[in-house]
């Protein structure tokens, strides 16, 4: 029985989304509130509202709530309004959406980056390279990266943009679960004889790495990144509801979240709308990788 052979990664993303139904719909949830992002403002426009303006006339003026029942919920505002401040919530979760969207993709851009040139360089280098970059991961795992975020985002001045600070901050603190992963595939990949091959003819560790390392990498790469963009949305949300993240007004689902917390008990609608979109991109991520994981693993067979 002949051993079986790795997918490349276009062959694994077709057969994941021709018969992976979870993947499939995974997929559908993470390009439709990808398009809410980048359309942000014209569906805004088309319902009318923006995400910054106060409008007192949503509100019951007895108690600031919204005026109206499900959170002020009617044709002229289609998620209803918060309170005490009427702004409309269905502007805030599609702008929110494309705050969330640029921050956990670019800080997974970074992470991923660096953990993929970190990683190689201890896999394919060796020796104290090697024993320095593990014990810096090391480091960085077990490092209280949340507690030193918070106290990052209390003491940066204000006028800094708070959503470069969140990218770099979460994207560098990313890196070491990447990298174990590319360093551990790397070690297997230079014993290959490809590898060995270009090593005899001369070419230098960043031309191996360039033509032969990284070609083989983009399957777990792909994955790896997948499934990292959820928790990096989902620890931009952490950060808002703890109001270290990005400031007010810029729409945030975390802050939206938190916001809502105060008015659960008088009516959940404030918390629905924000905590289903933030539900919605992290299961449609996780459903997409997993099964991109399952499509490149060379062993795995049709799972659904």
Do not use: C
Request: net charge neutral; aromatic share 10%.
């Amino acid at each position: 029985m002949s051993s079986p052979v790795a997918r490349s990664v276009p062959a694994a993303v077709r057969s994941v989304l021709a018969r992976d139904r979870w993947a499939l719909a995974g997929t559908v949830a993470v390009v439709v509130i990808g398009l809410v992002a980048i359309f942000a403002d014209v569906l805004t426009a088309i319902e009318g509202h923006d995400p910054y303006t106060y409008d007192s006339t949503a509100l019951d003026p007895a108690n600031g709530l919204p005026a109206g029942s499900f959170g002020g919920v009617s044709g002229e505002h289609w998620f209803g309004v918060e309170p005490l401040t009427g702004r409309d919530l269905f502007a805030i979760v599609v702008h929110g959406a494309r705050t969330s969207f640029l921050i956990g993709l670019a800080a997974t851009l970074v992470s991923i980056g660096l953990g993929v040139l970190i990683g190689a360089a201890a896999g394919y280098l060796g020796g104290w390279v090697d024993r320095v970059i593990t014990w810096s991961a090391d480091v960085f795992l077990g490092f209280p990266y949340l507690v030193f975020m918070i106290a990052l985002g209390a003491v940066v001045p204000a006028d800094f943009p708070r959503a470069l600070l969140l990218i770099i901050v979460i994207g560098f603190f990313g890196w070491p679960t990447t990298a174990r992963i590319v360093r551990s595939q790397v070690l297997t990949l230079k014993e290959r004889n490809f590898v060995k091959a270009a090593r005899t003819l001369g070419a230098s560790p960043w031309q191996v790495f360039r033509t032969e390392l990284l070609p083989n990498l983009w399957g777990p790469v792909l994955v790896m990144a997948t499934l990292s963009v959820p928790g990096k949305i989902g620890l931009e949300a952490a950060l808002s509801f703890l109001g270290v993240g990005v400031l007010p007004p810029t729409p945030s689902w975390g802050r939206s979240i938190s916001a809502a917390i105060d008015w659960v008990a008088v009516d959940p609608a404030f918390l629905l709308f924000p905590g289903l979109a933030l539900f919605a991109v992290t299961w449609g991520f996780n459903a997409l990788g997993d099964g991109l994981r399952d499509a490149l693993d060379p062993k795995s067979g049709v799972r659904r």
